[in-house]
C-alpha cells in the first residue's frame, strides 16, 4: 500500500516563505518521477514542479519558476518543495504525487500513479 504524505503547509503572508516534503512509504515500484501540483478552490489541479529520478531534471511551471525548487533526498527517500517570494494566488492545497512509468507528460496530473492527500498554502496580502 503506496502512501505518500505531505508536510509544511500553513498560512504565511505574501512574501514569506514555506517548504513542503513528501515521504513516500510502503511499496516496490520503481519511481520515474515525482511532483508537486496544487488545486485551488474552484479550480483545477495544476502542476507545480516535477522531477526526475533518474538524472534529476527539473521541471517548473511558468508561474513558479525563479520562485519555488524542487529537490529530492534520496537518502531520506523525501522530496521537498521551497517556496519563496508566496503571492496570494499561491494558496491552494499542494500535493505530492509520484510516477511510476516513462508515460506522459511531468505537468499531467493523469500520468501519475499515486497521491497524498495535500496540504493546505494559504498566503495573505
Known amino acids: 500500500h503506496v502512501q505518500l504524505v505531505e508536510s509544511g503547509g500553513g498560512s504565511v503572508t505574501a512574501g514569506g516563505s514555506l517548504r513542503l516534503s513528501c515521504s513516500p512509504s510502503?511499496?516496490?515500484?520503481?519511481?520515474?518521477?515525482m511532483g508537486w501540483f496544487r488545486q485551488a478552490p474552484g479550480m483545477e489541479r495544476e502542476a507545480v514542479a516535477a522531477i526526475y529520478t533518474g538524472p534529476g531534471r527539473t521541471h517548473y511551471a511558468p508561474p513558479v519558476k525563479g520562485w519555488f525548487t524542487i529537490s529530492r533526498d534520496n537518502g531520506k527517500n523525501t522530496l521537498y518543495l521551497q517556496m519563496n517570494s508566496l503571492k496570494p494566488e499561491d494558496t491552494a492545497r499542494y500535493f505530492c504525487?509520484?510516477?511510476?512509468?516513462?508515460?506522459?507528460?511531468?505537468?499531467?496530473?493523469?500520468?501519475?500513479?499515486?497521491w497524498g492527500q495535500g496540504t493546505q498554502v494559504t498566503v495573505s496580502s
Open positions: 504525487a509520484l510516477k511510476t512509468t516513462s508515460n506522459g507528460t511531468w505537468f499531467d496530473a493523469r500520468a501519475y500513479n499515486f
Open positions: 510502503g511499496y516496490g515500484h520503481i519511481t520515474k518521477c
